[in-house]
């Protein structure tokens, strides 16, 4: 069981928002960094997000990520189908000293 | 570009040791900040970060695996391997190898490969 708790899925129409949340505690979120990854099906994860809120060079501004407390979001404006995907986020652990992936969300579009 | 391809056996028996092996190709294997791993993905499941390893040799691991974990790397040759032991159907994944940041951000991934644990 990971210690970073997302919604099994979220949906929306085409064109709409949804935001993607994860929950942990003071020993991952709260004092390390957060970033979020896209799995399209059959391929490899790709970083959308890194350290709470920046986004590599090639990642549209359509994807943005906040932190708060123990908590961090992911959210997706103007949803089109290629975002059909799971998405986790991850971060450094302290009390397990190890890195922890999300448990993921499957987000699907209308 | 940085790439990384992984490469190993497909199919490992139970209680034997899985070898894995990921080249690196389109930068620097010594670079700073920037450390080597492995991320498994089970079928139908989430992603496990395995280990990571930094240029210098140090290496750190998952401690729900590391009694089974070796990870080194091989700078000649700019490639860094994976040893896992007394595998059991439990280990049946995808594994990815990965370049991450201090911060702890996946940067870059490999595609995959499925390693299957069966008899």
């Known amino acids: 069981q990971s210690v970073l708790t997302q919604p099994p899925s979220v949906s929306a129409a085409p064109g709409q928002k949804v935001t993607i949340s994860c929950s942990g505690s003071?020993?991952?979120?709260?004092?390390?960094?957060v970033s979020w990854y896209q799995q399209l099906p059959g391929t490899a994860p790709k970083v959308l997000i890194y350290?709470?809120?920046n986004r590599p060079s090639g990642i549209p501004d359509r994807f943005s990520g906040s932190k708060s407390g123990t908590s961090a979001t992911l959210g997706i404006t103007g949803l089109q189908t290629g975002d059909e995907a799971d998405y986790y986020c991850?971060?450094?652990?302290?009390?397990?000293?190890?890195?922890?992936f999300g448990t993921g969300t499957k987000v699907t579009v209308l | 570009q940085l790439q990384l391809q992984e490469s190993g056996p497909g199919l490992v028996k139970p209680s034997e040791t899985l070898s894995l092996t990921c080249t690196v190709s389109g930068g620097s294997f010594n670079s700073n900040g920037d450390y080597w791993g492995w991320v498994r993905q089970p079928p139908g499941k989430g992603l496990e970060w395995i280990g990571s390893i930094y240029y210098t040799g140090s290496t750190y691991y998952n401690p729900s695996l590391k009694s089974r974990v070796t990870i080194s790397a091989d700078t000649s040759k700019i490639q860094f391997s994976l040893k896992l032991n007394s595998v059991t159907a439990a280990d049946t994944a995808v594994y990815y190898c990965?370049?991450?940041?201090?911060?702890?951000?996946?940067?870059?991934w490999g595609r995959g490969t499925l390693l299957t644990v069966s008899s």
């Open positions: 350290d709470n809120n």
């Open positions: 991850a971060t450094w652990d302290s009390s397990l000293s190890a890195h922890v």
């Open positions: 003071s020993s991952n979120i709260g004092n390390n960094y």
């Open positions: 990965i370049r991450h940041s201090t911060s702890g951000s996946f940067g870059y």
